[in-house]
C-alpha cells in the first residue's frame, strides 16, 4: 500500500493555532502528551495578545514547529522538535480522531527525521511515549525506532543518524522500481555542491541523494531525469517542458530549473510515468514525469 503523503510546514498562521486550539480540547488527542495543557494555555494567550496573521516565530521559541499537511494541503497534526546539544526530542500528534489508524503518524515520523537530521543536523533523534500509548508505540517501532530506555511510565526510543541512513538506503534497494536513480558523475558533483549551501537551504536535495540508487553513467536508463536533461512535466493540470541544472545556470523564464529548487529537486531521478506529490511554495502539487526529451548520457554527452 502507498505511504500517506504528508508534509510538514514551518510557516504557522493564526489559523493553524486555532486549529490546533482544537485538537487540544479533545481529552483523547492529549491523553498520553504531557504538556498539552501549557500548550493549550500558551495558544489561548497568544491569539489573545498577538494581532497577527503569522504566529511562527512565537511557536518556534523553545524549538522548531511544523504543521502537518495532507495532499489536499488539510492539516492533520503538529510536530515539535527540540534540539539540545547534538540529540533531538520529537513531539507528534494527529490532532482529528478521524485520521487515526490511517497511518499518518508514520508518515509524520518520517518527514520529522528528514528534518531533523538533515535541517537540524541531529547525531540522534530521540521519542519518549506513554507505555499505554500503543498506537504512538507502534508508529516509531515501524520506522525502525529502537527502544533505549524505559520507566513504569514512559519508553524512550531512539534513531541514530547512522541507522537512518542505512534504513533509507536499504529501503530503496529493497523496491528498485519505485526508487529514484542518480549517476556517479551526478552524485559526486551534487554532494560538491552541497558542501556550499546552507543546510536548511538544500535538506531536501540531501535527503534525495542519500536515498538514490546510484548507477554507472553508461548503464542509467534513459528515460530517467538526470542532470542538465529535458523532460515534459504535467504540474497538477498544466504540461511544462522543463531542463534540470545547476544553481549557477538556473532561469525560470527559460525553463531552466535549479536542482535546489522545490521542483528541481522532486524530479531529479525520477522517470518516464513517475508520479508523485511534493510540496512546492507550500502548496502540494501532483507531478507526472511525461517524457525525457533529452538526457546528456543517453546522447553519450556523459560530462556535460
Not at 274 to 302: C, M, S
Request: overall charge negative; hydrophobic content about 40%.
Amino acid at each position: 500500500m502507498t505511504k500517506p503523503f504528508i508534509s510538514l510546514c514551518p510557516e504557522i498562521t493564526r489559523a493553524d493555532a486555532l486549529k490546533l486550539m482544537d485538537w487540544l480540547e479533545d481529552e483523547c488527542v492529549t491523553r498520553y502528551l504531557s504538556d498539552s495543557r501549557h500548550v493549550s494555555r500558551f495558544i489561548e494567550q497568544v491569539i489573545g495578545r498577538v494581532q497577527l496573521p503569522i504566529l511562527t516565530h512565537l511557536f518556534n521559541q523553545s524549538g522548531r514547529f511544523f504543521m502537518a499537511y495532507d495532499r489536499h494541503d488539510v492539516p492533520v497534526g503538529f510536530v515539535r522538535l527540540v534540539k539540545t546539544g547534538p540529540d533531538c526530542e520529537m513531539v507528534l500528534v494527529i490532532g482529528n480522531r478521524d485520521n487515526w489508524g490511517r497511518k499518518l503518524g508514520a508518515s509524520t515520523i518520517r518527514e520529522g527525521m528528514k528534518l531533523a537530521f538533515f535541517e537540524m543536523r541531529a547525531d540522534k533523534l530521540i521519542a519518549k511515549i506513554h507505555v499505554e500509548n500503543a498506537r504512538s508505540l507502534k508508529a516509531f517501532e515501524r520506522c525502525g525506532f529502537l527502544l533505549e530506555s524505559q520507566t513504569p511510565t514512559l519508553k524512550s526510543f531512539a534513531m541514530t543518524f547512522e541507522h537512518y541512513l542505512r534504513l533509507l538506503r536499504e529501503s530503496s534497494a529493497a523496491d528498485r522500481a519505485s526508487g529514484i536513480h542518480i549517476t556517479e558523475i551526478d552524485k559526486a558533483r551534487l554532494t560538491s555542491l552541497l558542501a556550499f549551501e546552507h543546510p536548511s537551504a538544500v535538506f531536501e536535495l540531501e535527503h534525495e541523494i542519500e536515498r538514490a540508487i546510484v548507477v554507472d553513467s553508461c548503464q542509467v536508463a534513459q528515460d530517467v531525469v538526470t542532470m542538465n536533461s529535458r523532460a515534459l512535466v504535467q504540474l497538477d493540470d498544466e504540461e511544462v517542458e522543463v531542463a534540470l541544472v545547476y544553481p549557477e545556470e538556473a532561469d525560470d523564464s527559460a525553463g531552466k530549473l535549479s536542482v535546489c529548487s522545490d521542483m528541481g529537486t522532486a524530479i531529479l531521478g525520477s522517470k518516464e510515468d513517475d508520479a508523485f506529490d511534493w510540496r512546492i511554495t507550500n502548496r502540494t502539487r501532483h507531478i507526472r514525469i511525461e517524457k525525457v526529451l533529452y538526457q546528456p548520457e543517453a546522447a553519450g554527452d556523459f560530462y556535460l
